[in-house]
């Protein structure tokens, strides 16, 4: 809701308060006020001209040569290229030193050889947003009336100078969708009394009886309706003031009469509709449910089906307007309309929001039936916009109203201790303060022995029960009153588990490592399922699924990441690494819960390094993987626990494959990914890996042992051995280390070689072996007898012999 400031003086006295204030109070009186906007922000010079003569430019087609009267001592020339300027016209001028919206200059020029000062200005280059201009102004510049002064400010002629405010309602503050509703606030908030326009109309002797029957047949959608009629109406502009304040709460101007019910729609908060009488085409108005099937066009000129949910107002037989949604445009208000029908009635929201939604028609009408309009303004609202048009249009008002009225309105009575109140707040207030609350609300009350008995306005629909009473209370009594108190009793502080923690400490690890958590769906197909599983288990199925393609529960997070990466791969970002924590799902039977277990999984692909200055790029591979796991699980200090074994995985590379064992337990692994699925999701090279994040959180770990610096120098040896192909690397490491005792510190594999002067079935491994001892510097006889063991045990153990 967009509320103008010089609008709610006439109210409230706003004295004393400026906008920026006046937003601080709403807003923390409960309503948000998102923003305060300066119409005239950043405009100056402008003025009101008077164009004594207009030509065509010499030397361009598309400009026009005015002499222009500011006000100043002598006319002034400007080139204008509206091609609606003329002579005789009052427009606005933007003088030399003039500023516009965006810091626009303006300064003394010459077009095409003649000399231009100042600019002739449309209403979009004095800030107007285009879609709030009127039609015949929207491609020129704009026209004021000829009643206008020349020289005056022009922005204050537009009456600009103002400032808005937006409320950011909720759906239960409806009543402030009024200019009314905003001002019985205000007032409330600032101890101020509300002005109210009285509507006084004299009517001819005609009455509107003579010239329409209103008939109701779904009475419960429809309890009250209202008709008015108004002859000898001539359609015009309607007046500045108002096609300001309807610019400035964001409608656009027509016309005089549409001007008018939009209007009183922002001052009442109540929708109204004018018919033209004429082209009605009877003398009847019914309202009923529409038939299946039935037509109607709507005045943006689109063909409506209509459904039995649909209400609509007819001329007996035929629709003319949408219920509280939009009017037809067989009955529209047009340049020749001479006599009007106003409409004014109290429509039940559900079948108002149902029309709106299915024909996408959400109007300000609609949104205002969908949350609840006074009915108790239904009758008033009608005089107001009568009166408005026998000022403003010339029209004649019918003596009295046609009407349909079913309606039993009764004010809602809530009652509350005050004791409740104190207690909820936290207060001390007496009953003198609550009552004076209400008062400012304008509430009647009665209190009886510490209970007060509130009888609710009508506008206030969102109070029906005691807590809204407390909510009053504390809102207009100051939220920044209310008394900070902590509460009573013992509480123990929030805290991570272990498991979370280390949960925590995994995935800081991965980012540091540079990987992006993704977070994709639990629901796959039933293609994908089952690919990638820790443990192959009948998938769960959804009873209900939205889509085939989320309908099972999903065994391993790698198929949903690849898809990621493939939808990134297809917009050029083909080289990416991710990794998700998130929950697998194993059946339990068909009358049990699946089981839920949390699993780590990543999925790298493209250059893992890229150096364009050096002109060296590193495409990820197997060992980038395999090296960024045994980081995270010696951060998880389990890394001597660990052990990689090469293995065959469905959807994997046979040789780029190993399977991750923690205690002798499988708990995960890590490979590349089969060149046919890196062909199917069109990737690059890709490896993945996932875990059972469950089973590495949750390992024992050893306590943290720390070991001095050794100040000893350490003593190296470098063997290759000569093994069969077959032979993993792994279990070469192990019986190594087992053999190397406790001065072998260090094991580390640096070369491998399987060229054509190895024999067939061999290859070459080189290890290199670091000895040492933190209190002593070893000799060659004891570094000797350890090494030795070494080579005993890997002849042994493994078949190896030293390479020649």
Request: hydrophobic share 40%; with cysteine.
């Amino acid at each position: 809701m967009y509320v103008s400031y010089k609008w709610l003086q006439e109210y409230v006295d706003l004295s004393g308060v400026s906008p920026e204030e006046l937003a601080e109070k709403i807003t923390k009186s409960g309503i948000e006020v998102e923003g305060v906007e300066a119409l005239n922000k950043g405009i100056s010079g402008v003025v009101v001209g008077h164009v004594l003569e207009r030509e065509q430019h010499p030397n361009a087609d598309k400009l026009n040569k005015c002499l222009v009267d500011i006000g100043a001592e002598e006319p002034v020339q400007i080139i204008c290229g509206a091609p609606n300027v003329d002579k005789g016209q009052k427009v606005a001028v933007a003088t030399v030193g003039a500023v516009l919206p965006g810091n626009f200059k303006i300064k003394k020029a010459k077009l095409r050889g003649e000399e231009s000062n100042g600019m002739i200005c449309s209403l979009q280059e004095l800030g107007f947003e285009s879609k709030l201009v009127a039609k015949e102004f929207a491609e020129g510049i704009y026209n004021f009336p000829q009643d206008v002064e020349v020289g005056l400010n022009a922005i204050e002629q537009l009456h600009r100078d103002d400032q808005v405010l937006e409320l950011g309602l909720t759906p239960n503050r409806a009543d402030c969708l009024s200019m009314l509703g905003v001002a019985y606030e205000v007032a409330a908030i600032l101890g101020r009394e509300v002005k109210l326009t009285v509507s006084q109309v004299e009517t001819s002797t005609e009455k509107a009886a003579d010239y329409i029957q209103v008939t109701v047949d779904a009475k419960e959608d429809n309890p009250l309706y209202v008709a008015k009629v108004i002859k000898n109406v001539k359609i015009g502009p309607s007046p500045l003031w108002m096609q300001a304040r309807l610019t400035a709460a964001g409608i656009r101007p027509h016309n005089n009469v549409v001007d008018i019910t939009n209007y009183i729609l922002l001052e009442y908060g109540q929708p109204l509709h004018a018919f033209d009488y004429d082209r009605l085409g009877s003398k009847e108005i019914l309202v009923r449910r529409a038939k299946d099937g039935e037509e109607i066009v709507t005045l943006d000129e689109a063909k409506r089906k209509l459904i039995a949910d649909h209400l609509v107002i007819t001329n007996g037989e035929t629709p003319v307007a949408l219920a509280g949604v939009m009017g037809g445009a067989n009955s529209e208000v047009q340049a020749d309309t001479t006599t009007v029908l106003l409409e004014s009635a109290y429509f039940i929201g559900a079948p108002v929001r149902k029309a709106s939604k299915d024909h996408g028609l959400r109007s300000e009408a609609s949104a205002r039936y969908e949350k609840g309009v006074d009915p108790n303004r239904v009758r008033p609202a009608a005089e107001r916009a009568a009166q408005l048009l026998a000022e403003y249009a010339g029209g004649e008002v019918l003596e009295g109203s046609v009407e349909a009225d079913s309606l039993t309105v009764e004010p809602a009575v809530v009652s509350v201790t005050l004791e409740k109140i104190n207690r909820v707040l936290g207060t001390g207030l007496t009953m003198k303060d609550v009552e004076d609350i209400f008062a400012r609300l304008q509430f009647e009350t009665a209190t009886d022995n510490g209970t007060i008995v509130v009888t609710v306005p009508t506008r206030r629909g969102d109070i029906t029960i005691e807590e809204d009473l407390i909510e009053e209370v504390g809102r207009l009594y100051g939220y920044d009153n209310l008394v900070s108190t902590l509460p009573i009793g013992s509480a123990t502080p929030g805290h991570l588990s272990p498991y979370q923690n280390r949960r925590r400490m995994v995935r800081r690890y991965l980012e540091g490592a540079g990987l992006y958590q993704a977070v994709t769906y639990s629901l796959t197909n039933e293609a994908k399922a089952a690919q990638y599983a820790l443990e192959n288990r009948e998938p769960v199925r959804l009873a209900m699924p939205m889509s085939e393609d989320r309908s099972i529960l999903r065994l391993s997070i790698i198929p949903q990441l690849l898809e990621v990466l493939k939808y990134n791969a297809a917009r050029q970002h083909d080289s990416l690494a991710l990794y998700e924590t998130g929950a697998v799902f194993l059946a339990n039977g068909s009358d049990e819960l699946p089981e839920e277990r949390e699993h780590l999984a990543g999925a790298v692909t493209g250059l893992w390094q890229t150096h364009p200055w050096q002109g060296e790029k590193k495409p990820v591979d197997f060992f980038v993987v395999k090296g960024i796991l045994e980081g995270l699980f010696d951060k998880l200090g389990i890394a001597s626990a660990v052990e990689f074994r090469q293995s065959e995985k469905d959807g994997l590379h046979p040789g780029r494959t190993a399977e991750i064992y923690l205690s002798g337990t499988s708990v995960g692994f890590v490979g590349q990914t089969h060149p046919t699925v890196e062909k199917e999701y069109d990737l690059k090279e890709t490896y993945v890996f996932e875990l059972s994040l469950k089973a590495i959180l949750e390992a024992e770990v050893s306590p943290l042992h720390y070991v001095t610096i050794p100040r000893f120098p350490s003593i190296t040896r470098d063997i290759a051995l000569v093994v069969d192909k077959e032979k993993a690397a792994g279990e070469l490491d192990a019986i190594i280390k087992e053999a190397g005792g406790a001065l072998l510190k260090e094991v580390q594999v640096f070369d491998l070689y399987e060229g054509e002067r190895m024999e067939a079935g061999k290859k070459s491994i080189a290890f290199s072996l670091k000895y040492f001892d933190p209190e002593r510097t070893l000799t060659d006889e004891e570094v000797v007898k350890a090494h030795d063991k070494v080579l005993n045990a890997v002849k042994e153990k493994a078949g190896a012999v030293l390479r020649g």
